[in-house]
């Protein structure tokens, strides 16, 4: 039987060898595209002046077909999208369809807002914390895979076409809805972001890479409130914005505020000094500071041999 100082030289040594580190030190935020980054839905900056199609003609059929079959609206969109593609003669491969993205707007200060934001993390937690940017759109992954500000993001989860032999869209890969959003959410969270790889797994939280308390999703309206919801519930973070000097989307945005599904709303002015941007940082210091309570708690156990 071994005595009481040999158990304890034996778990001090375990410890001075235990090498593991805290690996919960980044900081997600997650946005929807079109409404939140852009004022319009990215299709009215691209494909349909591509297709010489009027936006509200388009979304107008869109509407229609939903109703009268009781389809998806998204499936609706993605075909009606390839059968006037067809009908106008227009190839739109992967290349032509990344390249029309150099026509999409952004909101005011959008492509200066993530160098000013990984530099404020850098900053504010001593260079400790690192922070990833991921976009969660029901648009079209084509698309925004050409967008200019694509670089700075870790990964974008969109809707997919299927591209034949001849380079040309035919079917839908992959579709994103207000509710399927949330999956990605959860890839995140759990670092699994590839589609074939699966999430439903338990996975301890202690396991997780990114939890949800480390994760902010800023988006504008009803399409976001599943991803909000999910997000908020499970101990992270959300922010709704809305058009600058809209006062539809404000009044939009207060109910979400009023009955609890973000915890800030602002204007989608990305600009230095914006109110987006100082509640941003309000909430990014919070969320640092998480971070360094568990990476001390984790020191500590780890101290005294006491990680799972």
Known sequence: ?????????????????????????????????????????????????????????????????????????????????????????????????AALA????????????????????????????????????????????????RKFFKNIFASEYHFNHHGVAVFPKQLITDTTKTQFLFRINKGKQKLVESINKHMPEHERPIPFSNIIYIGDGLTDVPSMTVTKQSGGHSIAVYKPGSSTGLKGCKSLLEVGRVHFIASADYSENSSLEKRMKLLLKSVISSIDYKRELFSCRRENDLLP
Not at 68 to 92: D, G, N, W
Not at 109 to 125: A, L
């Open 102 to 149: 150099s026509e999409i707007k952004y909101f005011s200060g959008v492509e200066t807002w993530f160098d000013r934001i990984n530099m404020f993390v850098k900053n504010q937690s001593n260079n400790k914390t690192k922070v990833e940017h991921y976009i969660i759109s029901a648009g079209m992954k084509e698309i925004l895979e050409g967008v200019s500000i």
């Open 1 to 97: 039987m071994q005595s009481n100082y040999a158990v304890r030289l034996k778990k001090k040594e375990k410890s001075m060898t235990d090498k593991r580190r805290f690996a919960q030190n980044c900081i997600a935020i997650v946005y929807d595209f079109d409404g939140t980054l852009s004022p319009q839905p990215m299709q009215e900056y691209t494909v349909l002046p591509e297709l010489g199609v009027p936006a509200k003609e388009f979304w107008k059929l869109v509407n229609k077909e939903t109703k009268s079959s009781e389809s998806e609206a998204m499936l609706a969109y993605m075909r009606l999208l390839i059968e006037k593609a067809e009908e106008k003669k227009v190839h739109l491969g992967r290349k032509e369809l």
